[in-house]
């Protein structure tokens, strides 16, 4: 079993940044991609950043320019560096992680940013 363990979250002014990070922790086979996700009252879950573990990155058009997706492979460890932020950015963000084709999810963490 994998565990997602998640910090980082918080509330912030406009413009402000944060840093959530992921720790993942178990029966570690093979990592293939880890990422984050985020989910704002009454939308869908959506993707907000992924790292495979050949270090290849995806963002969503919203975020390109303001987040930045980096990893520490001997932490197992994934982070989510967010600038400029907007108040649109606020969600709760959850961490996902593709380990050996099995899709795990952390708790999620409350992201707010205040205009």
């Known amino acids: 079993q994998v565990q997602l363990v998640e910090s980082g979250g918080g509330l912030v002014q406009a413009g402000g940044s944060l840093r959530l990070s992921c720790a993942a922790s178990?029966?570690?086979?093979?990592?293939?991609?880890m990422g984050w996700y985020r989910q704002a009252p009454g939308k869908q879950r959506e993707l907000v950043a992924a790292i495979t573990s050949g270090g290849s990155t995806n963002y969503a058009d919203s975020v390109k320019g303001r987040f930045t997706i980096s990893r520490d492979n001997a932490k197992n460890t994934v982070y989510l560096q967010m600038n400029s932020l907007k108040p649109e950015d606020t969600a709760v963000y959850f961490c996902h992680a593709d380990i050996s084709w099995q899709d795990y999810w952390g708790q999620g963490t409350q992201v707010t940013v205040s205009s």
């Open positions: 178990g029966s570690i086979n093979r990592f293939n991609a």
